[in-house]
């Protein structure tokens, strides 16, 4: 486990960086987060996403997968992959502070 300190407050992730505790996600780490994956800064499209991954994974108690995101947020795979380039689901769960899904390498 390791602590990152963001500018906006230090939370705890794993060696991936993935958030141990979502409670401690805000919009503004999650915008650090996409900063420092090299997405951002987050667009109207990126919140959809990101929104729908928080919303699905306190619903169904995981993080969505890739294609439940396409299919079920209104953004095209696509455009996911633009939006999120080199994994979109790994890398929007990521950012929206969830665990990496299950599928993901």
């Known amino acids: 486990m390791t602590t990152a300190e963001l500018t906006i407050q230090a939370v705890d992730r794993n060696e991936e960086g993935f958030l141990l505790d979502s409670s401690q996600w805000t919009p503004d ?31 169904q108690g995981q993080p969505p997968g890739l294609r439940r995101i396409s299919k079920l947020s209104g953004v095209n795979m696509k455009e996911l992959y633009q939006l999120f380039p080199k994994g979109p689901g790994k890398l929007a769960a990521k950012i929206a502070g969830l665990p990496k899904p299950q599928g993901c390498i």
Do not use: M, N, Y
């Not at 987060?33 to 994974?57: I, N, S």
């Open 29 to 59: 780490v999650a915008q650090q987060l996409a900063e420092e994956a090299g997405v951002g800064p987050l667009t109207d499209k990126h919140w959809t996403v990101l929104t729908f991954c928080r919303e699905d994974a306190a619903q």
